[in-house]
């Protein structure tokens, strides 16, 4: 499986972006697909989750109200709409795949090779 994460870029606070993530096979109803972010010398965090089935979503606290994930079932594809960007959010995002909802890097088994979103002041 692979999974191909794009749509970072630069942006100015205050503005948007939409993150995609692209898998190369069927996702499964049972699986939960992930973003996070890692910012220069800090840890992989969670961002946010979605159950593939139900649709049903998660979000770090960090940015609950400002993020959306979604996911298109036909195009086998996820997505993340980040709105009212802070500079803050500059990491490079990744989406991964996970058989359960889990807020850890280590319970996902695939990745994609990242995006990069740098927010200016």
């Known amino acids: 499986v692979q999974l191909q994460a794009s749509g970072g870029g630069l942006v100015q606070a205050g503005g948007s972006l939409r993150l995609s993530c692209a898998a190369s096979v069927r996702t499964y109803s049972s699986s939960v697909m992930g973003w996070f972010r890692q910012a220069p010398g800090k840890e992989r965090d969670f961002v946010a989750a979605i159950r593939w089935g139900t649709g049903g979503t998660y979000y770090a606290d960090s940015v609950k109200g400002r993020f959306t994930i979604s996911r298109d079932k036909a195009e086998n594809a996820m997505y993340l709409q980040m709105n009212t960007l802070r500079p803050e959010d500059t990491a490079v995002y990744y989406c991964?795949?996970?058989?359960?909802?889990?807020?850890?890097?280590?319970?996902?088994?695939?990745w994609g090779q990242g995006t990069l979103v740098t927010v200016s002041s």
């Open positions: 991964a795949r996970a058989n359960e909802l889990a807020y850890a890097p280590a319970q996902y088994y695939y």
